[in-house]
């Protein structure tokens, strides 16, 4: 099979004035740069504590593995892929700027907890189970906020605010496990440290945080103005409730307790998130179903191309066979057909659901136009 050496792929973009866009550029150059210096006083304060050595350990024990857990991440979202400046962003701001926010407060509050209570211990366990559970889980959720408000083409549903929301919380799981596992290496206890933070619970945070995102998510998706307003603050509330207990276990009770939560509470509600993605998962396939029928019908997609759209075994199916007759270029082909079809679809069902940017009408012909290039595109690439 030759693929054309002039194959570009057709995106999908709407006009954008350059003024507006020199803006969004200087704003989000700021804003790295302010993320980053943020991140650097963090990990200045853990090397302060720990030493350089401490600090490099912990924050190698802490890297290396995210790779695979943003991986794992990642395979949950096989309808819609999440635009990687957004993922990212996330992440960062769990691991740089909710970071420095926890750090701040924590700090402050346990020190006028000791210094109300003359105890340093007192200080600790308010700090543990009372500051760090709002401070953080707020501090996280407030770049999901921004996202449900700011960025509603891209916020459609539970699986994308189970997405954002794991990011951060893996960011922000990160940053915290390099002081963890810093301390521990000057304790002399990294190995149980790692086994616990490392193996034993490296979803936590992510698990933590997945309760406000999944509040937000059930909220877009809902007609009901009560439902809508009262789910992303009772997200929220789940998510400190979850992480107070988690931390309340190992500072009031001891190891027993932790363990017993660990399998009584926190196995449980990770086995739960999954049946919540699965069902998720479900429905995005409905309304890919339900908002692409029309180009079914009217000869843009074939049986065969709407069939494999509706269904991730059949968007998997299509992009291996993509892959194995046609190499990456092929693959890439697929991967953004697969795309484009969604975006539509969804598109479609934010209109639907009464979510208008504007500009719907000049979205809509984007997204048909560049389906029906990748389409014809891929038509060309299969054997006869």
Same mark, same amino acid.
């Given at each position: 099979?030759?693929?054309?050496?002039?194959?570009?792929?057709?995106?999908?973009?709407?006009?954008?004035?350059?003024?507006?866009?020199?803006?969004?550029?200087?704003?989000?150059?700021?804003?790295?740069?302010?993320?980053?210096?943020?991140?650097?006083?963090?990990?200045?304060?853990?090397?302060? #504590?720990? @030493?350089? !050595? @401490?600090?490099?350990?912990?924050?190698? $024990?802490?890297?290396?593995?995210?790779?695979?857990?943003?991986?794992?991440?990642?395979?949950?979202?096989?309808? =819609?892929?999440?635009?990687?400046?957004?993922?990212?962003?996330?992440?960062?701001?769990?691991?740089?700027?909710?970071?420095? /926010?926890?750090?701040?407060?924590?700090?402050?509050?346990?020190?006028?907890?000791?210094?109300?209570?003359?105890?340093?211990?007192? @200080?600790?366990?308010?700090?543990?189970?009372?500051?760090?559970?709002?401070? #953080?889980?707020?501090?996280?959720?407030?770049?999901?906020? /921004?996202?449900?408000?700011?960025?509603?083409?891209?916020?459609?549903?539970?699986?994308?605010?189970?997405?954002?929301?794991?990011?951060?919380?893996?960011?922000? %799981?990160?940053?915290?496990?390099?002081?963890?596992?810093?301390?521990?290496?000057?304790?002399?206890?990294?190995?149980?440290?790692?086994? !616990?933070?490392?193996?034993?619970?490296?979803?936590?945070?992510?698990?933590?945080?997945?309760?406000?995102?999944?509040?937000?998510?059930?909220?877009?998706?809902?007609?009901?103005?009560?439902?809508?307003?009262?789910?992303?603050?009772?997200?929220?509330?789940?998510? !400190?409730?979850?992480?107070?207990?988690?931390?309340?276990? $190992?500072?009031?009770? @001891?190891?027993? %307790?932790?363990?017993?939560?660990?399998?009584?509470?926190?196995?449980? %509600?990770?086995? !739960?998130?999954?049946?919540?993605?699965?069902?998720?998962?479900?429905?995005?396939?409905?309304?890919?179903?339900?908002?692409?029928?029309?180009?079914? #019908?009217?000869?843009?997609?074939?049986?065969?191309?709407?069939?494999?759209?509706?269904?991730?075994?059949?968007?998997?199916?299509?992009?291996?066979? %993509?892959?194995?007759?046609?190499?990456?270029?092929?693959?890439?082909?697929?991967?953004?057909?697969?795309?484009?079809?969604?975006?539509?679809?969804?598109?479609?069902?934010?209109?639907?659901?009464?979510?208008?940017?504007?500009? =719907?009408?000049?979205?809509? =012909?984007?997204?048909?136009?560049?389906?029906?290039?990748?389409?014809?595109?891929?038509?060309?690439?299969?054997?006869?």
């Amino acid at each position: 099979m030759n693929i054309p050496q002039n194959y570009q792929a057709s995106p999908v973009s709407l006009p954008r004035t350059t003024h507006t866009s020199a803006i969004k550029v200087v704003l989000a150059i700021a804003a790295i740069l302010i993320a980053v210096f943020l991140g650097l006083i963090v990990l200045a304060l853990i090397g302060i #504590e720990t @030493g350089p !050595i @401490g600090l490099l350990i912990g924050f190698l $024990a802490a890297t290396i593995p995210v790779p695979l857990y943003v991986v794992l991440v990642l395979w949950i979202d096989r309808y =819609e892929a999440e635009p990687l400046w957004m993922l990212a962003t996330a992440f960062f701001w769990g691991a740089l700027v909710a970071v420095f /926010i926890a750090f701040l407060f924590n700090t402050a509050s346990s020190l006028i907890v000791a210094s109300v209570t003359d105890s340093m211990q007192a @200080g600790e366990t308010f700090g543990a189970v009372i500051s760090a559970p709002i401070v #953080e889980e707020s501090a996280k959720a407030l770049i999901l906020f /921004i996202f449900f408000f700011w960025k509603k083409d891209e916020f459609d549903g539970v699986i994308d605010g189970i997405m954002y929301a794991a990011m951060v919380g893996l960011g922000f %799981a990160m940053t915290e496990n390099i002081q963890y596992y810093g301390r521990a290496v000057l304790s002399g206890s990294a190995v149980p440290v790692f086994i !616990i933070r490392g193996m034993l619970a490296p979803f936590s945070h992510p698990l933590f945080t997945c309760m406000t995102g999944i509040g937000l998510g059930f909220s877009r998706q809902s007609k009901n103005m009560f439902v809508k307003l009262v789910l992303p603050i009772v997200g929220l509330l789940a998510a !400190i409730f979850m992480h107070s207990i988690w931390n309340g276990s $190992a500072a009031l009770f @001891g190891g027993l %307790a932790f363990f017993l939560t660990y399998v009584v509470i926190m196995v449980p %509600a990770f086995l !739960i998130m999954l049946v919540i993605i699965f069902l998720a998962l479900h429905r995005e396939g409905r309304v890919v179903s339900e908002f692409l029928r029309p180009d079914f #019908e009217t000869g843009i997609l074939t049986h065969q191309e709407y069939q494999q759209l509706c269904s991730i075994r059949g968007r998997m199916g299509a992009s291996y066979t %993509a892959f194995s007759r046609g190499g990456m270029t092929h693959w890439r082909m697929c991967r953004q057909f697969n795309q484009t079809a969604s975006e539509l679809a969804f598109h479609r069902s934010r209109v639907a659901r009464g979510i208008r940017s504007g500009n =719907e009408n000049v979205q809509e =012909e984007a997204y048909r136009a560049a389906l029906q290039h990748l389409s014809a595109q891929l038509r060309q690439q299969r054997p006869s």
